[in-house]
């Protein structure tokens, strides 16, 4: 009898597990059927799984199109994404580093200061960065895309927190060996920190590749436009492009689920170890 309950209960976890699945893979399903599909296909009134015809021209259709340039927005979030997550890594793990391990009287008054910047909404800060961005001349520029993300708050308060409870034998060992707190911390403690610099690293990309307002505003010329502001092109007050937007979303998540399964396991490990909700 026990036994049968037990393999019930797991008969409906996998049931119930399948079932979640497929509704997660709706949203993905209906930008993959779309995308195939031609203008009247997406507005029929009869909806069909998938239409008659799969128009695989729609994609080298959306990357001729001369009114948006995709490839280079493509290109301009890579390197923004990449580049962002870069150098908020090292950042911000080197200062949750020295924050957690550097000994330093007004350490913690460092730290409340970098925790206050998280109730300042985004709202506030956006004029002013504007008008410095703009002052620099750094409109239209990657360096006004990239520069003023680098350091966000959240990213520090994880490092510290996790640097809190890293093995001190580790660090011990290092000192003994005559390191440093720059080495010690670039030989011994990054190596041993991969699993949270994965999860930190993958929230970071996913906002600024996922970032629209920002972009829209500092990326005034359509050499500088990112994958989101040239996705919100495709849908003006003068033309409705709906099949070159569904495909060009599609394109767009690839490169997010290609980061997931790379770095699969360290997210999930990071994530246990960091407590990133």
Known sequence: MDDALVRAGRALRLVLLVVLALLFLIPFYLLVRNGLSSEQDITSPEWTFFPGELRWGNIRELFDDPSVPFARSLLNSALIAVATTLGTLFLASLAGYGLARIPYRHANKVFYGILGTLLVPAAVTFVPSFVLVSSL???????????????????????????????????????????????????????????????????????????????????????????????????TSQVIRLHELFVAAVVSVL???????????????????SGID
């Open 255 to 273: 490169p997010l689920l290609l980061v997931f399964l790379c770095f699969q396991r360290w997210i999930v490990a990071g994530v246990e170890r």
């Open 137 to 235: 001349g750094w409109i239209s520029t990657l360096r006004g895309l990239i520069v003023p993300t680098l350091f966000p708050a959240f990213a520090c308060f994880v490092f510290r927190q996790y640097f809190l409870g890293f093995p001190r034998e580790l660090e011990d060992a290092a000192q003994v060996d005559g390191l440093g707190y720059w080495r010690t911390y670039w030989r011994v403690v990054v190596p041993n920190a991969r699993p949270v610099f994965a999860a930190v690293g993958t929230v970071v990309f996913l906002g600024a590749w996922n970032s629209f307002l920002w972009p829209l505003v500092i990326g005034q010329d359509r050499s500088a436009w990112t994958v989101q502001v040239a996705l919100s092109s495709f849908t």
